[in-house]
């Protein structure tokens, strides 16, 4: 049985002024019905894990290098995301993807590296606007699958997060019938690849995931929960989503 997740990604957002909402979230939800899980900033990460400490909410990290250590000047590890309380690391988001031009073998490098420190990975695929409109999604993702994950994945060390680029932040949604295809596919993929281990994978979406539509989100075929960006930020919206999904 396939434990639901919400995951809340801060990216570049929150001082220490923001740990209020984690305070509020822990008061609001001290037994959520599923697993909670925020990724703040670097800089953010040992204090909310030292204020998670004993709680429901497990705390994880946006990025890594795929080495342990060395002269990688600004890049953080694995092994010290791990020191600092994180239990998760978000690898591939579309924005690294974008903005820093990581490739599918790093991703897998850095997935590797991951699982090494004793981190769970959420590896994040999708597919831009022009893909999508072209018709080439899935063979698109299929194709980040297999060059992006390493061998070994299994329910206890991947996530796989999918995040129609041209969703994030944006508003809009795929259609529900869009998101079931692509998560139905995924496990497919996952499990022509992988076997049975591949069943315990959970299969995130994410992308303007907020209150209004989390519910229906949650109610798809091999949706297990969910990556949330900008509703993450605040406490009532994020615990909102997290209701939907515990009672999905």
Known sequence: MRRKLAAGNWKMNGLTASLVEI????????????EMLICPPATLIAQVAWRCRNKHLKIGAQDCHWEAAGAHTG???????ADAGASYVILGHSERRTDHEETDAEIAAKTEAAWAAGLTAIVCVGESERQRDLGTALPVVGGQLDTSLPAGCTG???VVAYEPIWAIGTGRTPSPAEIAEMHDFMRAALVGRFGDA???IRLLYGGSVKPAN????FG???????LVGGASLKAADFGAIIDALASA
């Open 23 to 34: 305070e509020k979230l822990l008061e609001t939800h001290p037994d959520p019905g599923c």
């Open 75 to 81: 890049d953080i590890s694995a092994p010290m995301l």
């Open 156 to 158: 206890e060390n991947l």
């Open 198 to 200: 591949a069943k315990d």
């Open 214 to 217: 989390a519910a229906e989100i």
């Open 220 to 226: 798809i075929s091999n949706v297990d929960g969910a």
